[in-house]
């Protein structure tokens, strides 16, 4: 069973254009976030959501917007996309609590716009 | 705030050769440290992990030790294998501020080639 689940795999788009990505966890953790790796490998937070309450909301454009229907989704709506926006982002999920506990990522979305 | 530097990549080796990755962090609490494995084409993969000073984390040949004096964290194998080539992470994570909320702080990573 997979733990950290996210669709679709590979996303092509045109610019100015609405998508969505999915993820779905099965490991019953408490928090869940959205992470952007560029070209170079470079990982960063955008969000966080614990038991469906936004943590973080680090510096990224309002056109990103997270939803969390339940505590075991959390969705990334993206709006108008922009060339920038080619990326690869994993979704991840952790038992919450102190810090010492380690992410449970997906396999990432790549997300490519033209 | 925290940061994590890691030798920059990509790191070419022979088989069975001797692995170091280095690993320095900035942190304003107490942080647990980690190392994550991405193979080609796949999410991050938890490697290995220590929690306090002087820990030592292990697994599949890989090991770091936590060291406080010197802010580091620095990956090492003894032999390594083709299977080995991949893209490494090293990452914190400030356990002082509690909730787990603010996710792992990560290094830009070092791309380890393994030469048959």
């Known amino acids: 069973d997979t733990a950290v689940s996210q669709t679709p795999k590979y996303l092509v788009t045109q610019m100015g254009n609405d998508k969505s990505i999915k993820c779905e966890q099965n490991?019953?953790?408490?928090?869940m976030y959205w992470y952007k790796q560029d070209s170079k490998k470079f990982l960063k937070i955008m969000f966080s959501?614990?038991?469906?309450?936004?943590?973080i909301n680090e510096t990224v454009p309002n056109r990103f917007s997270p939803k969390s229907p339940d505590k075991a989704h959390l969705n990334l709506h993206i709006n108008s996309l922009e060339l920038g926006d080619s990326a690869v982002y994993f979704c991840?999920?952790?038992?919450?609590?102190?810090?010492?506990?380690?992410?449970?990522f997906g396999n990432g979305t790549r997300l490519t716009v033209t | 705030g925290n940061s994590v530097t890691q030798m920059e990549g990509p790191v070419t080796l022979s088989e069975e050769a001797f692995l170091t990755i280095n690993c320095t962090y900035t942190a304003t609490g107490y942080p647990s440290l980690f190392w994550y494995v991405q193979y080609p084409g796949e999410g991050l993969q938890l490697l290995l992990k220590a929690t306090k000073a002087d820990d030592k984390g292990s697994n599949k040949g890989f090991e770091a030790t936590y060291r406080k004096e010197t802010t580091s964290f620095h990956l090492e194998k003894g032999s390594v294998q083709v299977s080995d080539s991949a893209v490494y992470f090293c990452a914190l994570s400030d356990q002082g501020r509690g909730g787990g909320a603010d996710g792992l702080t990560f290094g830009k990573g070092t791309h380890l080639i393994i030469q048959p």
């Open positions: 991840a999920s952790s038992p919450g609590g102190l810090g010492n506990s380690p992410l449970h």
């Open positions: 959501y614990n038991n469906k309450e936004l943590i």
């Open positions: 490991l019953g953790h408490d928090t």
